[in-house]
């Protein structure tokens, strides 16, 4: 079974504690996801802030309009760092979400790193290539423009996304 990675980094021109208190915030998650997502988070006690065992549930319309049910789990928090968030349940075989935060001069470098396996086995990994890469670039790449729209562009930063 082959697994799948991505990786996107972004510059931004704010302190770290600010990045941080945007990002680990559930709510803001809306924020940088695309409309046509039809991203909802529909869980009612997953709380203000991530947590370690914070469980998350959303639904979202990723690929033809089709509406799947999402569980993640927050699995680790460092605070100010890094956070893990790990699907239970979903349209991937796994699912598995890296976001770290590194202080720069002038700024945060933040990175995301994800690793994920499609479901239907041989169909799963022919398709990547097809729809699911094309897609997982785009939502970072609109990502990338929502978050510079938020905090601001650092200087000559040009999008970083590298999937394999």
Known sequence: MSSFS????????????TAW????SPQNLPLITPKEMGFRIIS?????KMYAGQIIEYTVRPLFGLKFYWMTEVTHVHPF??????????PYGMWHHQHHFKEIDGGTEMTDLVHYRNPLGVLGRWVNP????PKLK????????????LFGR?????????IS
Do not use: C
């Open 6 to 17: 991505l990786k996107a980094i972004q510059r931004l021109p704010v302190t770290r504690e």
């Open 21 to 24: 208190d945007f990002f680990s």
């Open 44 to 48: 009612k006690h997953h709380g203000e």
């Open 81 to 90: 760092d890094f956070f893990i968030d790990e699907q239970r349940y979903g």
């Open 130 to 133: 097809l729809l699911v890469r």
């Open 138 to 149: 785009s939502i970072f790449e609109y990502r990338y423009r929502k978050i510079t729209e």
């Open 154 to 162: 650092w200087d000559n930063d040009e999008m970083q996304v590298i």
